[in-house]
C-alpha cells in the first residue's frame, strides 16, 4: 500500500492540520502517517490558543515513520517557528524523503498567525529548495517573494521566483482572488506551467482548504500520477469538497465562523497505472 506522511499541527476541530490530511489520504487510497507539530485549540470560529511540540520529539516522530513506514511523499503544514522549520527540513533532507509537498501556513482561516513572523524567512531557506511543489496562497506568496499578488499573471510571476529559490514547482493557489466568478490556480514548473479554472463557490466553509488541497496532492504524487494530473485531482478533490460542506459549527451557522470541507466526497477515479 502506498504511503504518504503529514508533518503538521492538529486541529482540535477536525476540519484541517493532520485530521483534514489523514481523511484526504483515506479518501485517495493511501496509508497516512503523521508527525505533529503542534497542539491547537480550534473551532470553526477561530484559533483560542496553540502549542508547539518539542523539536526534539518531531525530530523523533519523522525518523520514526521514516524507518519503518517510508513513505512514497510527504507534506508539511503548519510549523509554527523557525527552530521546527529548520528540523523538519533536516528530518526530509536526512532520510531523503520523496515527493515533499510545502504548504507554508502562516494564517489560519479566521486570520489567525499560525507562524511566528521571525520564521517566514526560513520556511524560503530550509523548505523552499527541498520542495517538489509549493501551495502558498496569494498572501503567502506575497510574504515568500516579497512582491504582491494579487493576479493571475503576478501568481505565475511568483511561481517563477519560487521555482528560482529551489523549488521544482510552485502551485498558486487564487481562492483569495478579489473578483470574478471564476478561481484560477496558477501551476509552475521548471519546463513550463499551467492555469487550472473552477466557478468561485460563495460560501463560509473553506476551514482546511489549504490543507486538504495539499494532502489531496501529496497523495496523488505517492500514487505515481504525474505532476499536473496530481494537481488536477487535487483541485477537483477541494472543489466538490467545499460544494458539499456539511455546514458544521454554531458560529459559522450564526455568520462568525469558518466551517470544515466534506471530506467524504469521493476521490478522482485511478488511472490505470495507479496501484496499491
Given amino acids: 500500500m502506498n504511503i504518504a506522511l503529514t508533518i503538521a499541527g492538529s486541529d482540535s476541530g477536525g476540519g484541517a492540520g493532520i485530521q483534514a490530511d489523514l481523511k484526504t489520504f483515506h479518501q485517495f487510497g493511501v496509508f497516512g502517517t503523521s508527525a505533529i507539530t503542534a497542539i491547537t485549540a480550534q473551532n470553526t470560529a477561530g484559533v483560542s490558543a496553540w502549542e508547539a511540540v518539542s523539536t526534539a520529539l518531531i525530530a523523533r516522530q519523522i525518523d520514526a515513520v521514516a524507518a519503518d513506514l517510508p513513505p512514497a511523499a510527504v507534506k508539511s503544514g503548519m510549523l509554527g517557528s523557525a527552530a521546527i522549520i529548520a528540523v523538519v527540513g533536516e528530518g526530509i533532507a536526512r532520510h531523503r524523503l520523496p515527493h515533499y509537498v510545502l504548504d507554508p501556513v502562516m494564517v489560519a482561516t479566521s486570520g489567525d498567525r499560525l507562524l511566528e513572523p521571525a520564521a517566514e524567512s526560513a520556511i524560503a531557506r530550509h523548505l523552499v529548495p527541498l520542495a517538489a511543489v509549493v501551495t502558498p496562497n496569494l498572501d503567502e506568496a506575497a510574504m515568500l517573494v516579497g512582491h504582491e499578488v494579487a493576479t493571475p499573471d503576478q501568481m505565475e510571476r511568483a511561481g517563477r521566483a519560487l521555482v528560482a529559490m529551489g523549488a ?32 468561485r463557490l460563495v460560501t463560509a466553509s473553506t476551514h482546511g482548504t489549504g490543507c486538504t ?64
Fill in 168 to 199: 521544482r514547482a510552485a502551485l498558486i493557489k487564487g481562492g483569495h482572488l478579489a473578483r470574478g466568478n471564476t478561481i484560477v490556480d496558477v501551476l509552475v514548473t521548471t519546463g513550463g506551467g499551467a492555469r487550472f479554472t473552477h466557478p
Fill in 213 to 276: 488541497l495539499s494532502a489531496a496532492l501529496a497523495a496523488g504524487l505517492a500514487l505515481g500520477r504525474p505532476l499536473e494530473r496530481a494537481v488536477t485531482d487535487a483541485l477537483d478533490f477541494v472543489h466538490r469538497a467545499i460544494a458539499a460542506a456539511p455546514g458544521l459549527g454554531t458560529a459559522q451557522q450564526q455568520g462568525a465562523g469558518h466551517g470544515p470541507l466534506n471530506h467524504f466526497v469521493p476521490a478522482p477515479p485511478r488511472p490505470p497505472t495507479d496501484g496499491l
